[in-house]
Structure formats: C-alpha cells, structure tokens
C-alpha cells in the first residue's frame, strides 16, 4: 500500500446530492415518451420531492457532528434549485425584515407546482447556480432551463452571475449530448470547483451529470469503491450525502 500526504489546502470535501422526485419523473415512470413532452419542461419537485429534501435536512441537522458546509452549488434549473433550499433551508421566509428571500412562495398547480412557503436564508451557506452541473443536455424538455430572469425573481438570494445568457442557449430539441461530452463537462466542472476557496462544498445536480462526472474518478479508487461510484440512488437525496476528496495536482 502506498500512502501520500497532501497538504489539507489542497483538498475538498465535496457533498453530490442528486434532486428529489419531479413531475416529469412521475410521468417519465409511467410512459418514457413523456420524457419528450413540453408538458414537463424544466419541471419542478412533487410534493413527495420536497418530502426527499426535507428529510434530507432533518437527516443533516440531527447528525452527531453537525455538516458543515461552506457553499451550495446549484445546476439553474428549477428542480435542483428547489432541492438545495429544501436541503439547505430551515426558516420560512415572511417580510423583508429577514433581507431577500431565498426562494419566494409559490401556489399549488394540479400536475405541475407544488405549493410552498418562501424560505430565508438564515443559517444557509451561500447558493451559486451553475450551467457546468446541468442535466444531459438535449431534446427531452425537462431538462431545458428557462430564461435567467424567471429564477432571478424566484429565487432572489441564489448568485447566478455565472449564467452568462438570458435564454437557453445549450439546449436544443433535435439533438442528446454524448456521453464523453457529459464527463469532459463533468471534469471541467470539477477542475472549476477545486479553484474555490471554499473547503466544503454541496453540489445539487442530476442523476446522468453525477453518474458520468465520477465516472472520471472510479478507475483510481479500490475495486470496491468503483462497483460503487458510478451507482446512485433514485433520489439520492434521501440519502446521506456521497463525499469525494480531490486532490489538486
């Protein structure tokens, strides 16, 4: 066995939490062709996604050593931005006196739109989003975001000055991101998160993004941990958060 020590400075400790169950999950389970609906488009959690994220919190909060986390980095679209405040967010937003709102309230829509109580960001690290951890890109309509000025109203407290376009411009309909394309993203988004300066970092992404980003990792680790790595969850977050370490060479 060989053993190198790396100066702490030099690592992270990065928490993958894949978002809570979406309407066009539902839907997707039931007939894979809704998948290609714009019924779905940039869907957001069910009620029983919010649930997942909740849990999730709860699951952190009553940990023996409680997580510390220094920031949360988001893909845009609207699913994961719903599970970070979930997972992230304890306090129900009521007046300005608690400053911007983290996400704003929002009504029930039959299908569509579960309803929930504005939150504040008391106790939240801060949020980024981030174009790098989207879901595979192309054709299925879920996975299209919307226009930059729609979250920037919704969720007023999440820093997007990293989205560089008002409309989508990465998605199309008429074509689906390759696989290698998915990693290469992956690596990318990695290589970025290692030029933070934050030390613990939650990263709120999606199941084909997380599955091909430590794709790029399993092939250094032990047998065991790479029959792991590649495998997530439904909705992994229920689950305890999965860490890895890097090591900026």
Not at 94 to 119: D, F, I
């Amino acid at each position: 066995m060989t053993l190198t020590a790396v100066p702490l400075r030099h690592s992270k400790v990065i928490y993958l939490i894949r978002h809570g169950q979406g309407f066009h999950n539902v839907a997707g389970h039931k007939d894979s062709s809704q998948y290609l609906s714009y019924d779905w488009e940039d869907a957001h959690l069910t009620e029983y996604g919010w649930q997942q994220a909740e849990a999730l919190n709860k699951h952190i909060a009553n940990l023996p050593n409680r997580l510390q986390v220094d920031l949360v980095i988001s893909s845009p679209l609207t699913r994961t931005l719903e599970t970070a405040t979930g997972v992230f967010a304890s306090e129900v937003w009521t007046n300005e006196s608690q400053g911007v709102p983290l996400m704003r309230e929002q009504p029930a829509k039959q299908e569509h739109q579960a309803a929930h109580s504005a939150m504040s960001t008391a106790g939240c690290p801060p949020f980024v989003a981030h174009e790098l951890c989207r879901e595979h890109l192309g054709r299925h309509p879920c996975d299209k975001r919307r226009n930059l000025s729609h979250y920037k109203q919704h969720f007023p407290a999440v820093d997007f000055s990293l989205i560089e376009t008002e409309e989508d411009e990465l998605w199309g309909p008429d074509f689906r991101e390759e696989k290698d394309h998915i990693k290469a993203r992956g690596l990318r988004f990695m290589q970025w998160v290692m030029t933070r300066p934050e030390s613990r970092i939650a990263v709120v992404s999606h199941s084909s993004f997380l599955f091909f980003t430590m794709a790029n990792f399993g092939l250094h680790a032990s047998t065991d941990v790479q029959v792991q790595t590649p495998s997530l969850p439904p909705f992994s977050s229920t689950h305890t958060a999965a860490m890895c370490q890097l090591v900026d060479q």
